[in-house]
């Protein structure tokens, strides 16, 4: 699916029951969302997800204090779920 979106944010959140995580993607009309206190455009989550692919992007911030990763400037942006992967693929 081709999404528009300035930037994104990919987060993980952990399913206590079958110790399985589910992927989440924030999508945002601004960059550096985490500085501002803007909602998302919207939120996809993926469950059961084990591995997020990444490719394109000539620049990604990997947020420490919360484990996200943060991509800014995005010109063209495609997510494919396979499985219990997810690609994002990324044109900056």
């Not at 110790?19 to 924030?26: E, G, Q, R």
């Amino acid at each position: 699916m081709e999404i528009q979106a300035k930037s994104i944010i990919i987060s993980r959140r952990k399913v206590v029951q079958d110790v399985s995580y589910s992927c989440l993607i924030s999508f945002f009309n601004i960059n550096n969302p985490h500085l501002g206190g803007e909602e998302p455009l919207d939120i996809k989550e993926f469950e059961n997800a084990h591995k997020v692919i990444i490719r394109g992007p000539k620049e990604i911030n990997y947020m420490l204090f919360g484990s996200d990763i943060i991509i800014n400037d995005i010109k063209k942006l495609e997510i494919e779920h396979e499985g219990k992967h997810i690609l994002v693929k990324v044109e900056q």
